[in-house]
Each structure stands twice: as C-alpha cells, then as structure tokens.
Nanobody, 123 residues
Framework: QVQLVESGGGLVQAGGSLTLSCAASGLTFSSYAMGWFRQAPGKEREFVAA????????RYADSVKGRFTISRDNAKNTVYLTMNNLKPEDAAVYYCNAAPHINTVQAGRADYWGQGTQVTVSS
C-alpha cells in the first residue's frame, strides 16, 4: 500500500530554519506531483507548496513565497520542504500529499496523504 511518511518537524525559534522530508513508498514516485499542506489549531488545512513529477514546475502559497522551497529527489522517493525565516504563524502540522497532477495536489484532492509532522515556532 502507499505510504507517505513525514519527518523533520520540531521546535524552532522565529527566524530559524527547518527542512521537512516526506518519504514515499508503494507508488511510482517519479510519476506523481507532490505537495505540502499545513493545518494550525482551529484552522482549515491550507496549501503550502507543490512540485511536478519532474520538478520543473513549483507553486507556493503567497504566505511562504521567498521563505520556503519545495524540492524532490526521485532517486530517493522523497520530497522536501526547506523552511527559512520561520514565523510564529508558520506553526502547524505539516502534511505531504501525492497525486498525478499538480493541480490536484494544490487543490487538496490528492490521492494520498501522510500523517503529518508538527512544526512549532517560538517567538
């Protein structure tokens, strides 16, 4: 079965950096667009970033542009989210997802989701 396993979350001070990883198994990773969403307490899950199967097209939420970078390594079946200059409002559970097309990933209608990793940002 398909599994997406996030890791790399933790506690960081405002202005700091973290890199999240999402390791995929049970699917042909190089055929899937991948994405990251986040959900803070009391808020809806929101789109953060997405990347096509080839890495040739990237999309970001306005709130993270210039601070976050999504990337992937198809040889390792892993997608990354590098987060710089973190702000308290970035604190959330971060989820990765997978779907054949980036539009589906970005819309949150992905076929597969991970279980999430917690990011906490102290001010």
């Amino acid at each position: 079965q398909v599994q997406l396993v996030e890791s790399g979350g933790g506690l960081v001070q405002a202005g700091g950096s973290l890199t999240l990883s999402c390791a995929a198994s049970g699917l042909t990773f190089s055929s899937y667009a991948m994405g990251w969403f986040r959900q803070a307490p009391g808020k809806e899950r929101e789109f953060v970033a997405a990347i096509t199967w080839s890495g040739g097209l990237l999309r970001y939420a306005d709130s993270v542009k210039g601070r976050f970078t999504i990337s992937r390594d198809n040889a390792k079946n892993t997608v990354y989210l590098t987060m710089n200059n973190l702000k308290p409002e970035d604190a959330a559970v971060y989820y990765c997802n997978a779907a054949p097309h980036i539009n589906t990933v970005q819309a949150g209608r992905a076929d597969y989701w991970g279980q999430g990793t917690q990011v906490t940002v102290s001010s």
